[in-house]
């Protein structure tokens, strides 16, 4: 039997249909509406495996923060009353057959990237489900990444067209513009035309370091920063080694959830 794994990124979808309440109290109207939101992805999707992963709303910032301190230091807080409910979309997806994966010292990132990249090295399919490029980064002939509100692919044609570069020069992308939303810095002074430039002539931030063809305008600021660039694009980059516990028989779409 071919398989098909989706991974729902489970905050990044809750979070969606919450903000767009009209009331962000009533936190059993964001129970009703995500479970429906994820029963349409289920019809859409028709997983042979799925699961949710969820940051732990209770951890640290994880390991980046302790190379990058400053990393989502000024993220929002979850609201209050999404925060009680968590509980409650939990076991409303349980009941339709997706089970939860709470990340612990890891981000849900990572945990999604590791779950992703094992399946589709042996060439099954994989669909991770969220609005966030940074899971671009994977992408391969079997794992495509679904941005179910905006009802497209975030696939290379994507990529190319909002960033100029391949896939698989995200991280070194990041790495030289940063990433604001996290407070990653990245090259003062290079920015996406001068990261698409610099990755169009070279594969990746060393291999521009490393060259003497690398035009004398970006030398000096790699010179300067290209510690910061290193460690940026390390932010940039998602885990993919992580320990998961537990296999895929585990997470069978359709299994008796008694």
Request: charged share 25%.
């Amino acid at each position: 039997m071919s398989i098909h794994l989706v991974i729902i990124d489970a905050l990044n979808l809750i979070r969606r249909v919450h903000s767009a309440q009209p009331d962000p109290e009533d936190i059993e109207r964001t129970v009703h509406t995500t479970s429906r939101t994820l029963q349409r992805i289920l019809n859409e999707t028709q997983p042979t495996h799925i699961i949710a992963v969820f940051d732990h709303h209770e951890q640290d910032r994880g390991w980046r923060a302790k190379i990058w301190p400053t990393y989502k230091q000024n993220r929002k807080p979850m609201p209050e009353a999404l925060l009680k409910g968590l509980d409650r979309i939990q076991q409303a997806w349980w009941e339709l057959g997706v089970d939860s994966l709470l990340s612990e010292g890891d981000e849900a990132d990572d945990l999604i990237a590791t779950l992703a990249v094992k399946v589709a090295e042996h060439s099954e399919k994989v669909t991770i489900v969220s609005t966030d490029k940074g899971y671009c980064q994977l992408l391969s002939p079997t794992l495509q990444i679904r941005d179910y509100f905006q009802h497209r692919w975030l696939d290379a044609p994507f990529i190319e067209k909002e960033f100029g570069v391949k896939p698989a020069q995200l991280a070194d992308y990041w790495g030289l513009t940063g990433i604001s939303s996290s407070q990653v810095t990245g090259i003062p002074g290079v920015g996406p035309k001068a990261a698409k430039e610099i990755l169009t002539q070279f594969e990746s931030i060393e291999a521009a370091n490393q060259s003497s063809d690398l035009a004398a305008k970006y030398r000096k600021k790699f010179d300067e920063h290209i510690e910061v660039a290193r460690l940026s694009k390390q932010v940039a980059a998602l885990k993919t080694d992580i320990e998961l516990g537990f296999n895929l028989q585990d997470i069978r779409f359709g299994r008796d959830n008694s």
